[in-house]
């Protein structure tokens, strides 16, 4: 995984709310990514309430050593609140973290609230806020910060950022959004733009294709790079494969597969 110092891979070598990740943005398909839009959420009363996540993530490039990682994810979902814990290990980065944490969407009026809340082993805390107004057009924005202890970090985005979104959706299942992160306290010039696409497919089936492009100072030199991810869902799993270059804003590239089941 991706360690935080704030934003680093390895110890050595220097992952805002509800859920867009596909596993990771403001719409990601996951649970650890801030400000995500409610179009992403499955909470419906037939809705299964646990998500297992198994991801292997292997690294390679730059000054550090390269190899897999191993990480479990187990995500519990209420209604419009969610919690979660995780765990990784890497033997070839000599590294592990236990995690967990909490985000929700609550509704006031025309505006929704998406607050979340993590913390990790070895001191780390973060929190993000943003706010989304809309029904079929939508937009929002939000704000994130941690204390800048190392942190196993599964969205890939800065997590002390400012982020800014909007798109359309024609229903709680299809949607594009367009996304931009980026870091507002140690790395200004580093961001991340997304251009992700939900597709709701035949009898339970859909796919969310999340283009990546980042650019930012990486050991003093000016670099853009881009990435994707593929996540395909049916009634009760769902699988997801990413590339992501100079990850986390090293020099490092990321190969991430990942496979899970709802329960």
Not at 11 to 27: D, P, R, Y
Not at 147 to 168: E, I, S, T
Not at 227 to 241: I, V
Request: glycine share 12%; proline share 5%.
């Amino acid at each position: 995984m991706v360690m935080q110092r704030p934003r680093c891979f390895t110890c050595a070598a220097g992952v805002l709310c509800a859920a867009l990740a596909a596993t990771g943005s403001a719409v990601a398909a996951q649970a650890e990514i801030p400000g995500a839009s409610i179009t992403a959420a499955r909470s419906g009363p037939d809705e299964p309430r646990f998500k297992l996540t198994t991801g292997v993530y292997s690294v390679a490039g730059g000054d550090a050593r390269s190899g897999p990682g191993l990480d479990i994810n187990l995500r519990y979902t209420r209604d419009r609140d969610h919690a979660w814990i995780g765990y990784f290990r890497s033997p070839a980065l000599g590294y592990t973290q236990a995690r967990a944490g909490w985000d929700s969407v609550q509704v006031s009026g025309p505006l929704r609230w998406l607050p979340s809340l993590q913390v990790a082993s070895g001191g780390f805390v973060g929190a993000s806020l943003a706010v989304e107004a809309g029904t079929a057009w939508f937009a929002g924005g939000g704000l994130g910060r941690t204390n800048l202890r190392n942190y196993a970090n599964l969205n890939f985005d800065p997590n002390d950022a400012v982020m800014l979104y909007g798109g359309y959706r024609w229903d709680d299942a299809d949607s594009v959004v367009a996304q931009l992160v980026r870091d507002n306290r140690r790395a200004p010039d580093q961001q991340n733009l997304h251009l992700i696409w939900r597709k709701q497919l035949s009898e339970g089936r859909r796919f969310t294709l999340d283009l990546l492009a980042k650019q930012g100072t990486i050991d003093g030199r000016f670099v853009r790079a881009q990435g994707a991810s593929l996540n395909y869902e049916w009634p009760h799993g769902f699988a997801r494969l990413a590339f992501d270059p100079k990850v986390n804003f090293t020099r490092q590239d990321m190969l991430r597969i990942s496979a899970g089941t709802r329960f």
